[in-house]
Nanobody, 123 residues
């Protein structure tokens, strides 16, 4: 059973920092893409930062220069270092991953979400 487990959310003052972690566990052949999204109350879920299938990184314009995504392939884990946090960064942050479970025929894949972790930035 594949799982994405997030940790690291919390309450922080504006200007502060937090580091989120997302670990994928289960039967994994390869992780094709993995990253972070967020959803604020009353808003749609949006991309924050992600590693793409080609190995590149994408960042939302609003977090460029403040957030950094990184990964530990040996641990199947991605991290999101969030610096200079602003009240508008307040949201539930979700990890998403596209994973190949087995490459044979039939190819088995997983595309799913973690349970979410709350990030609250006070002004």
């Amino acid at each position: 059973q594949l799982q994405l487990v997030e940790s690291g959310g919390g309450l922080v003052q504006a200007g502060g920092s937090l580091r989120l972690s997302c670990a994928a566990s289960g039967s994994i052949f390869s992780i094709n893409a993995m990253g972070w999204y967020r959803q604020a109350p009353g808003k749609q879920r949006e991309l924050v930062a992600a590693f793409t299938n080609g190995g590149n990184t994408n960042y939302a314009e609003s977090v460029k220069g403040r957030f950094t995504i990184s990964r530990d392939n040996a641990k199947n884990t991605v991290y999101l270092q969030m610096n200079s946090l602003k009240p508008e960064d307040t949201a539930v942050y979700y990890c998403n991953a596209a994973i190949t479970i087995s490459p044979g025929a039939p190819r088995r894949t997983f595309n799913g979400w973690g349970q979410g972790t709350q990030v609250t930035v006070s002004s």
